[in-house]
């Protein structure tokens, strides 16, 4: 059995070179079986413990099951036409201005982040979006703000509610913050997020947002419907989903449980659509991700038994006497910084054993929570690694002809997400300091 230096250099060894896998994905080896050949080593040295499974599975089980339902919803939606419908309705409402085609773009992928998720948003509103500027008339180049646009909105606008990311569920399940709470929180600050978004978003492509359309060159919004009786059905579908997600704080049930009966009904729903398959929906839903988590928090859980994490807590308890805001900034931004290096996914959990291990209580113990989320949201803008999101993003993207470098991103989302990050962690630390 491992001991001292030795235990700690094996936590630290197998943490990286899993994550080295799950980013670098080797001959398409999946992110699930990297997680979990990293968990299983750990388990072998004794890294971790199998006690430590369960504890685990625990922290975990509530945010993947939800994020799996909300993207088999989302997954149904866009075959039926759903999310081209809303597209096309943007931006023909813009009337060939294309500064105005670009805000309501951000809008329609603000809402699509905190409904359906960051993934959904980035992954199936982008394509969408590329599609119909190519259609009228856009060259690459005229198109990348758009592009960028919602590429980045999907991440800095995935703050308002627990199932707009998966970190948002993880972190309340964590600290067991039920929808309404986290809502009434993080609801103001991303809108504040979005604003600042949308400001930084503009200043940076102004220049490219002058060409004018003809919105008579896209087709009708009804003709992107493909299943009109499902269409239909899906309003009453997301309506109850809303209301059971409001209703699962009071009613003291967790945030999957409404997630997954719509998800249920959806597919039931959809077992008779011409346009889909039920089958291949579900097999298409990112089941990998519940092994990853399991698998990859295992690995981190690792850094904490070998104590690593005690000297962020350390740290915590150093900055703490500042004051609320320094200890928002730097909560948020280590974070972010920390997201950025070795992904959102792990971090978040580091950030919430360190929060737990540290002293903070009361409003410090508040902003310290919501300010991991905000940064480990954010923070993967910084670099292509930050999210998995983002590397199938760029991967979506380059299969459409649309080549975006590593360095080419890590300078635009360097210079996009410093001054949204800040005025969001500045804004949280007010509002936190009002409604608490």
């Known amino acids: 059995m491992l001991t001292g230096p030795q235990f700690d250099i094996a936590a630290i060894a197998i ?46 089980w509530n945010a993947t099951i939800t994020f799996v339902a909300v993207i088999i919803i989302s997954i149904v939606l866009d075959l039926i036409g ?13 009337k060939g201005d294309t500064l105005r085609a670009f805000v309501y773009v951000i809008i329609l992928g603000t809402l699509v982040a905190a409904l359906f998720a960051n993934d959904g948003a980035a992954l199936i509103i982008t394509p969408i979006v590329y599609q119909q500027m190519r259609v009228l008339g856009f060259t690459p180049r005229q198109a990348m703000p758009f592009v960028m646009a919602a590429g980045f909105v999907a991440d800095t606008t995935s703050l308002p509610f627990l199932v707009s990311n998966l970190v948002n569920i993880v972190s309340g399940n964590y600290f067991h913050i039920g929808f309404g709470t986290y809502a009434e929180t993080m609801l103001p600050v991303d809108i504040v997020s979005f604003l600042a978004s949308l400001a930084i978003l503009y200043f940076y492509y102004k220049r490219l947002l002058t060409k004018h359309y003809d919105p008579g060159r896209l087709f009708s919004p009804e003709m ?54 039920v089958k291949k929906v579900v097999l298409k839903a990112p089941w990998k991700i519940v092994v990853f ?25 150093h900055v703490k006497p500042a004051g609320l805001v320094p200890l928002t900034l730097v909560g948020g931004f280590g974070a972010a910084v920390l ?54 993003w760029l991967h979506v993207l380059e299969s459409k002809g649309v080549k975006i470098g590593w360095g080419q991103y890590f300078r635009t989302g360097v210079v996009l997400t410093v001054p949204v990050l800040l005025v969001t962690l500045v804004s949280l630390a007010a509002w936190i300091s009002v409604v608490h």
């Open 82 to 94: 759903f999310f081209e419908w809303a597209a096309l309705h943007m931006l023909r409402a813009a």
């Open 224 to 277: 992107a419907i493909k299943d009109h009786k499902l269409f239909r059905a899906s309003w009453f579908v997301l309506t109850a989903l809303l209301i059971g997600y409001l209703a699962s704080e009071p009613l003291k049930v967790p945030v999957s449980l409404p997630a997954s009966v719509i998800a249920v009904v959806f597919l039931f729903l959809a077992r008779r659509s011409e346009v889909l398959s």
């Open 293 to 317: 988590s399991l698998g990859m928090y295992l690995v981190v859980f690792g850094l904490r038994n070998a104590g690593l994490t005690a000297y962020l807590s350390a740290g915590i308890d």
């Open 339 to 392: 997201s950025a290096i070795m992904n959102n996914m792990p971090t978040v959990l580091v950030g919430c054993i360190s929060i737990a291990g540290s002293s903070a209580h009361g409003l410090s113990h508040v902003v310290l929570v919501y300010s991991n989320v905000v940064g480990s949201d954010l923070g993967p803008k910084f670099t292509p690694i930050g999210s998995l999101a983002t590397l199938l």
């Open 15 to 60: 943490f990286i070179c899993t994550l080295a896998l799950v980013i670098s994905q080797p001959k398409g080896l999946s992110i699930g079986w990297s997680a979990t050949g990293g968990a299983l080593v750990a388990l072998a040295v004794g890294v971790v413990h199998p006690s430590n499974v369960l504890t685990v599975w625990d922290i975990v």
